[in-house]
């Protein structure tokens, strides 16, 4: 008898992985790396490196979160609103 619910968790497993997947990598793929973001507080142009992971992971559940993992800027200014994402 535990035959057909195995079959139905690794079925379910399976579809969730054909969904998850692709959109956790390719939000991974999207924001990983660095690149240069204007800072809205000082004006300067900034290296910026996001936090690729967590914006893949929070993808999965939804809406995307994107945060600043290290910035040129830093340590100087950061407790910054990291308002240069808004841009993204």
């Known amino acids: 008898m535990d035959a057909p619910w195995n079959l139905l968790v690794a079925l379910a497993a399976l579809a969730l992985g054909y969904v ?3 959109v956790a990598s390719t939000t991974f793929l999207h924001y990983r790396g660095a690149r240069t973001l ?3 507080e000082t004006e300067e142009e900034a290296g910026v490196q ?3 992971r967590r914006a893949a992971f929070s993808s ?3 809406k995307t979160r994107v945060q ?3 910035c040129s800027l830093w340590p100087a ?3 910054c609103a990291q ?3 808004k841009h993204l």
């Open 20 to 22: 998850l997947l692709p």
């Open 50 to 52: 996001i936090d690729a």
């Open 77 to 79: 200014r950061r407790r």
């Open 68 to 70: 600043v993992q290290d």
């Open 60 to 62: 999965i559940f939804g």
């Open 38 to 40: 204007r800072c809205p």
């Open 83 to 85: 308002g240069c994402l």
